[in-house]
């Protein structure tokens, strides 16, 4: 089953401009993550919130959660055409289990 | 570490025939996942291995479905047999501990004819 809301399902921006996609869940959760897939590859690990975090930072990603929204956005700060990827967000839906959602296709148009 | 290695990362079939689908997590992880990737369905958890033993398998739709973990280094996925529906692309993610980021495979793209 799939937790994790993104929206919106696609966007598409120019390059150098910020992205922003949002993820929202339906239960408590210890951590949420936000992966990475390129097309046809695997999905790549960017960052991970702790339910007791507000924000986080990782060189052009800001992260933010809100759990009394429960829902989280990753920001990408000014964007590169390698940006061009599907964003998932992943909550922890037991100790092992992760719950994802349906993904962001991000464009970069150069 | 050369990451998460599968194999193969194509494989074109016909129905009823067997698939088995090859992963070799990062050594030193305990943790193995076996996912499927769809368009209709998403990202999928088929199976989840803890120091090479099945932990939850309730993931795999149906018996036609059978994973192994022999050893700590090598995992299969089998569909026997194959069918049409059964066209994905199948992931396989290793972590450290059960908890702990996983690392994904560059997957196998499965079509069954």
């Known amino acids: 089953s799939q937790q994790g809301e993104e929206d919106p399902q696609a966007l598409s921006i120019q390059e150098g401009e910020n992205a922003t996609m949002n993820c929202s869940y339906k239960?408590?959760?210890?951590?949420l993550q936000w992966y990475r897939q390129n097309s046809g590859r695997g999905l790549v690990h960017l960052i991970l919130i702790r339910s007791n975090e507000r924000e986080k930072h990782s060189g052009r990603l800001r992260v933010t959660l809100d759990t009394s929204k429960k829902s989280s956005s990753l920001l990408i700060t000014a964007s590169r055409a390698a940006d061009t990827a599907s964003y998932f967000c992943?909550?922890?839906?037991?100790?092992?289990?992760?719950?994802w959602g349906a993904g962001t296709k991000l464009i970069i148009k150069p | 570490d050369a990451g998460v290695i599968q194999s193969p990362r194509h494989e074109v079939t016909e129905m009823g025939q067997e698939v088995t689908l090859r992963c070799k997590p990062i050594?030193?992880?305990?943790?193995l996942f076996w996912y499927r990737q769809t368009m209709m369905r998403g990202l999928e958890l088929l199976i989840y291995f803890n120091n090479n033993v099945p932990i939850d398998d309730s993931g795999m739709p149906e018996d036609r479905f059978s994973a192994k973990m022999p050893n700590a280094s090598f995992s299969t996925l089998k569909i026997q047999p194959s069918e049409p529906r059964d066209s994905a692309v199948y992931f396989c993610?290793?972590?450290?501990?059960?908890?702990?980021?996983?690392?994904f495979g560059p997957g196998t793209r499965l079509t069954v004819l």
């Open positions: 992943a909550t922890d839906a037991s100790n092992y289990q992760l719950i």
């Open positions: 993610a290793s972590s450290l501990g059960s908890e702990d980021t996983q690392y």
């Open positions: 239960t408590s959760i210890n951590n």
């Open positions: 050594s030193g992880h305990n943790s």
